[in-house]
């Protein structure tokens, strides 16, 4: 008796073979990976909306619970302009010789708060944004531009009510030309503040413990660049006094003060200090920034 062959039945997914298919993977680029610096830059540039809407909206909604709202970032610097002249002008006398102290003092503190908040809110940028980051994807520097362009836009009035002081406190100023030369002295500055953002905001995303050393690092800055004296009245060594005016934000406060209340054009010295501050800021804080993109947002 012949044995009945066995029916094999339909064939199904399961009883095919598996056949692979060759990919081409050429031009795709892993998820969340470095991009090429160049093409780095090019990202910046397409967001260029996000970057100013986002400044301009956080400038609208920064001081939204207090009363005075946006007038803070005036009254700050004037409330601490008022505390320096009444310690540092008429307890301590440290104006004796100062031309137009009063003038001195609101140029130094205003423009020092103006780079001490962009350092400070660039640093903490990553940290601050850590669930933007780890949802959407976007070159991360868009943020601390972002932070520096909000403190550019509300500087625009702390500039306006330095100069509006200027004028009114005796010994009055006058207008003149020399005045539009702060618009660049002040554009450098946004560079600086923007350079040492990126760079401190790296090192902060990595080591938090950063941000407690920044309060005193500022603090320190500010004493060394003559905001509320002058060094010529000091009995320092010429090579330390020399060394010690190599600061960028001491440069940027002599500058501004020589156009605004000394009618004196600028050394050429002072603008390429600066200009060599600025720029390399810049262009080193880019670069140390995009080699850790990557690593942004990670827990």
């Known amino acids: 008796m012949t044995k009945p062959t066995r029916s094999h039945g339909p064939v199904t997914p399961e009883s095919t073979d598996i056949i692979s298919l060759p990919v081409d993977t050429r031009g795709m680029i892993r ?3 470095r991009p090429g610096f ?29 009363r005075l709202g946006s007038a803070w970032m005036i009254l700050n610097p004037v409330l601490n302009g008022l505390t320096y002249y009444l310690i540092f002008g008429i307890l301590l006398q440290t104006g004796r010789g100062i031309e137009n102290f009063i003038g001195y003092l609101i140029i130094g503190v205003f423009l020092f708060q103006i780079t001490s908040r962009a350092i400070t809110n660039g640093a903490r940028s990553i940290q601050n944004s850590r669930a933007v980051i780890q949802a959407f994807n976007f070159p991360r520097a868009t943020l601390p531009m972002a932070v520096n362009i909000r403190e550019i836009l509300a500087g ?3 500039i306006i009510t330095m100069l509006v002081l200027v004028l009114i406190f005796p010994p009055a100023e006058e207008i003149t030309w020399l005045w539009a030369l702060i618009f660049p002295a002040l554009l450098l500055q946004a560079f600086l503040n923007l350079g040492i953002g990126l760079i401190l905001a790296r090192v902060i995303s990595t080591v938090n413990d950063v941000t407690h050393l920044l309060t005193f690092g500022l603090r320190v800055w500010m004493y060394s660049s003559a905001v509320f004296f ?8 010429q090579t330390v006094l020399d060394i010690i005016k190599l600061n960028p ?37 880019f670069v140390y920034f995009w080699k850790a993109e990557e690593s942004y947002g990670r827990e």
């Open 249 to 285: 934000l001491y440069q940027i406060l002599d500058i501004v003060r020589d156009c605004v209340l000394y009618a004196t054009v600028p050394e050429w010295q002072s603008w390429a200090i600066l200009a060599a501050w600025a720029f390399s800021a810049l262009a080193i804080g």
């Open 230 to 237: 002058s060094f010529d009245n000091l009995n320092i060594n």
């Open 156 to 158: 625009v009035p702390v």
């Open 31 to 33: 998820v969340g990976a």
């Open 38 to 66: 160049l093409q780095y830059l090019l990202q910046i540039w397409e967001h260029r909306q996000f970057i100013f809407y986002d400044a301009k909206a956080r400038v609208q909604s920064g001081n939204r619970r207090d």
